[in-house]
């Protein structure tokens, strides 16, 4: 049973940072492509940012690149997004996803496992 679970969400103003971690149990890094995908309130879902099985590649929305960074450690079995210049805009729920595949695909619905989510709020 793959079992994700995020923290590291918080209210910040903006300009500030955080930093995201999901942690994997059940699960072997290296061989899924992971990512990061938000939803705010009235919005659909939205992929951030993934990275495949290895790490060779890596996915960023536009409305996010040159602030955030996707990262993983597989020796702990964590995956990071560290979140710089933090924007009102980004306030949303965060979700951790795998999916059982190397590729990373757009669609949420691509991906089979998800954690919780965790909160992020960003203030003017």
């Known amino acids: 049973q793959v079992q994700l679970v995020e923290s590291g969400g918080g209210s910040v103003q903006a300009g500030g940072s955080l930093r995201l971690s999901c942690a994997a149990s059940g699960y072997i890094y290296g061989r899924n492509c992971m990512g990061w995908f938000r939803q705010a309130p009235g919005k659909e879902r939205e992929r951030v940012a993934t990275?495949?099985?290895?790490?060779?590649?890596?996915y960023y929305a536009d409305s996010v690149k040159g602030r955030f960074t996707i990262s993983q450690d597989n020796g702990k079995n964590t995956m990071y997004l560290q979140m710089n210049s933090l924007k009102p805009d980004d306030t949303a729920m965060y979700y951790c996803?795998?999916?059982?595949?190397?590729?990373?695909?757009?669609?949420?619905?691509?991906?089979?496992?998800w954690g919780q989510g965790t909160q992020v709020t960003v203030s003017s």
């Open positions: 996803a795998a999916r059982s595949g190397a590729n990373c695909y757009i669609s949420p619905g691509s991906y089979n496992y």
């Open positions: 990275i495949s099985a290895g790490g060779g590649s890596t």
